[in-house]
């Protein structure tokens, strides 16, 4: 009868892998995607994220308040291209078109005193076709204001979208830098947490062999859990920073499903 080994192999596909002994030299492992592992206790997340650039494109494609801005852009130039129009409101077009027979009664008198009277109908066709402005200075006056508010509203809506703009790239690389160095105490603060474990133990061993006292052992286990809340707020903290950057730039990095320890 076969001696088989069992062997559980947990991939993100969820397979189950049993190899024989007998063959387990032969065979080779499937090979795991690392991307699709992350420690951040370990890993350079720096490897994992988009580049600023790209980050920073996403923010401005997913911003809200920029597409606000747009549309209060947009709303700026109808509202300047109205204005610009309502100068002619005051100028009007006429014209008239007639077509029709009159009557044509005429006398003449001859040289003999004789008078000659006829009666008769001609065909006519008239038209006529002007225009008139009627616009009093004041309104002349106040519509070329209104102009001149229009092109500065909206102005001044362009100059709102641009300073949108500079502070969204500035958030943007201020988040990513922050979440570098959210990560960075947080490697600090995992090792001084190992660190204070380690002296732990090693102080328990030194109190079993009666080579350390009590105190000195109180004084090890309150600067280990002094060093894992720490751990614990850091951990927080740099949560926040990968979460707060996620929302800013409108994408999911899917490195950080759950963090675990």
């Known amino acids: 009868m076969k001696l088989y080994l069992l062997i559980l192999t947990f991939f993100f596909s969820g397979i189950l892998t049993i190899v024989p002994l007998s063959s387990r030299a032969q065979q080779k492992p499937m090979p795991i995607d690392s991307a699709a592992l992350f420690n951040p206790v370990v890993d350079d997340i720096t490897s994992r994220l988009p580049s600023v650039e790209a980050l920073i494109d996403s923010a401005i494609a997913n911003s809200p308040y920029l597409q606000v801005s747009l549309d209060q852009v947009t709303i700026g130039r109808y509202n300047l291209q109205n204005e610009k129009a309502n100068i002619l409101s005051g100028i009007a077009a006429v014209g008239s078109v007639n077509y029709g027979y009159n009557d044509v009664y005429s006398e003449s008198e001859t040289t003999t005193s004789d008078r000659v009277a006829s009666l008769g109908l001609s065909e006519a066709f008239r038209y006529s076709f ?3 402005m009627r616009i009093s200075v004041y309104d002349l006056l106040q519509r070329k204001n209104n102009i ?15 300073i949108l703009l500079y502070e969204l790239r500035k958030d943007v690389m201020i988040q990513y830098n922050n979440l570098l160095l959210q990560q960075k105490l947080l490697k600090i603060w995992n090792d001084n947490y190992q660190t ?3 002296q732990v133990d090693l102080a328990e061993i030194e109190f079993i062999n009666g080579r350390a006292s009590l105190e000195d ?8 859990v002094r060093a894992q809340a720490a751990f614990e707020t ?11 950057l996620e929302h800013t730039v409108g994408m999911k990095f899917n490195i950080i499903n759950e963090l675990k320890y």
């Open 217 to 224: 052992m109180s004084r090890m286990t309150d600067r280990m």
């Open 148 to 162: 001149k508010l229009a092109k500065k509203e909206l102005e001044q809506d362009i100059n709102n979208r641009t």
């Open 234 to 244: 850091q951990k927080t903290a740099f949560l926040n920073a990968y979460r707060t």
């Open 130 to 132: 002007g225009a008139t």
């Open 196 to 198: 204070g474990q380690m």
